[in-house]
């Protein structure tokens, strides 16, 4: 089965902690994606790679950073967290040829900052 | 990304069709209509996807306007475990795009 695991499923942290969320697909794609899920809000995406060590802002960059050092995996982190970044983030997959559209998600990992 | 509009929420009876609408009035002519849903608590998942020829798999069925400026996922018998939110969004089907999430419609099945 192809996959994309996040490291944490959930996770409290303290305002001002760096934090850092792990994601890994088996599926060699190029394209990785962050979102985070806020109630009434949908899904914003936050940054995607297309490619290692390429990272694009998406639509709500701000109080994030992310590092694609290696194909499999992207990592998004959070400087200092703010309890305005306790959302449920989720990463997702693409290639980039065929079937670029069609992207595959991790289960989501829910933080909470306090 | 082309922008698309759904209804906020629909119900459903068990064992009935559910036609969940989309429009996209600005698709381009390359872009794709793809559909995904998410059941509580958990990430989103691909549903099915079309140019202008209607799809059909084991999940839903895709029905696209012969403009594409709407599309209509249809599940044929909807069952309980099918109360989600259902996300339409268009893109192209190769190369590097962001894909846009609007806030999808949420499928109430109910018995």
């Known amino acids: 089965d192809v996959k994309v695991t996040q490291s944490s499923r959930y996770l409290v942290k303290r305002t001002g902690e760096k934090v850092f969320l792990e994601c890994v697909q088996d599926?060699?794609?190029?394209?990785m994606f962050w979102y985070r899920q806020d109630p009434g809000l949908g899904l914003r995406l936050i940054y995607f790679s297309y490619d290692v060590k390429m990272k694009e802002k998406g639509d709500i960059p701000e109080g994030y950073s992310v590092s694609r050092e290696k194909k499999e995996r992207f990592s998004l982190i959070l400087e200092s967290a703010s309890t305005n970044q306790t959302s449920m983030y989720l990463c997702a997959s693409t290639p980039r040829l065929a079937g670029a559209g069609e992207l595959f998600f991790g289960e989501g990992s829910r933080l909470t900052v306090l | 990304d082309a922008k698309t509009t759904q209804p906020p929420s629909m119900d459903c009876a068990e064992g009935r069709a559910a036609n969940l609408p989309c429009n996209h009035s600005t698709i381009s002519g390359n872009e794709y209509v793809y559909w995904y849903r998410q059941i509580h608590s958990q990430g989103p998942q691909y549903i099915i996807h079309?140019?202008?020829n209607n799809e059909t798999n084991e999940m839903a069925s895709l029905i696209i306007t012969e403009d594409r400026k709407s599309s209509t996922l249809i599940l044929p018998h909807a069952t309980l475990r099918d109360t989600a939110v259902y996300y339409c969004i268009v893109r192209l089907n190769t190369g590097f795009q962001k894909l846009v999430f609007g806030t999808g419609t949420r499928l109430l099945v109910s018995p």
């Open positions: 079309g140019l202008k």
């Open positions: 599926m060699d794609h190029e394209n």
